[in-house]
């Protein structure tokens, strides 16, 4: 029996819960890596603050692959809802491309959308290898997994942004991470039937403001590392 694939209103509505799901976390997480400008002490603690976070009430790391689990399932379901509507979106265009295109930031941002989520895909692999597991030569051979004691994030983070071409590497990812999250923000609003113009409005302004934070937040750590300010 060959499976029906989900209906397109289905899978945008999918695209949507997922992508907030991301986004909501992406914002969490930038919250996290600014603590590197308070210093190694602060950072790692927070690094190790989340390993133990809830305990005795979760086991050492519990919160964390909670986290991972829902992230995980979020990001298959995002691409794959993703997968098949670019797939078929292509079949119903037919063989001819349009001769003319929208113009303006939110058109051009739209039609990267399938191509900054390919690199962020890319990125998300990239890092946890580099940042969480350490896998070389990803990672450099300074790499340290955390202790049942301390953290080593701190030092890893600096290690891994001393090298110019993983510091140019991970801020040019923010730019297009930056790009999916402000479009993605008004493909939510369409997505989950917001109607109203103030509405969408809202939605646009708050999916730019995040993008633009994320962005300056999360480029200023491997730039600040490549001009000794983080060391």
């Keep these: ?11 945008k509505v999918t695209m949507a819960i997922t992508g907030s799901i991301w986004g909501i976390f992406v914002l969490i997480h930038l919250y996290g890596n600014l603590k590197v400008y308070q210093g190694a002490e602060k950072f790692d603690g927070y690094a190790f603050w989340l390993r133990h976070a809830f305990e005795p009430f979760f086991p050492e790391a ?20 993703a997968t098949i509507l670019y797939f078929r979106g292509r079949r119903f265009r037919g063989p001819h491309r349009a001769k003319k295109y929208r113009n303006g930031l939110q058109a051009v941002s739209a039609r990267l959308m399938p191509l900054t989520g390919v690199l962020i895909l890319a990125f998300i ?59 993605g923000a008004k493909n939510i609003a369409v ?8 509405l969408r409005a809202g939605f646009v302004i708050v999916g730019a403001v995040a993008a633009i934070a994320i962005l300056i937040g999360n480029a200023s750590i491997p730039i600040a590392v490549q001009m000794g300010w983080i060391s």
């Design 191 to 198: 997505d989950l039937g917001a109607m109203g113009k103030r």
């Design 1 to 11: 029996m060959k499976l029906k694939a989900p209906p397109s209103w289905a899978l």
């Design 62 to 81: 519990g919160v964390l692959w909670i986290m991972r689990i829902v992230l995980v399932i979020a990001l298959v379901l995002h691409v794959g809802a």
């Design 125 to 183: 692999i990239i890092h946890i290898l580099d940042l969480t597991v350490g896998v070389q030569p990803i990672a450099t051979d300074q790499f340290q997994g955390p202790t049942a004691t301390e953290s080593t994030a701190y030092s890893n983070l600096v290690a891994s942004f001393s090298r110019p071409l993983v510091a140019a590497f991970y801020s040019l990812m923010m730019v297009f991470l930056a790009i999916h999250l402000a479009h």
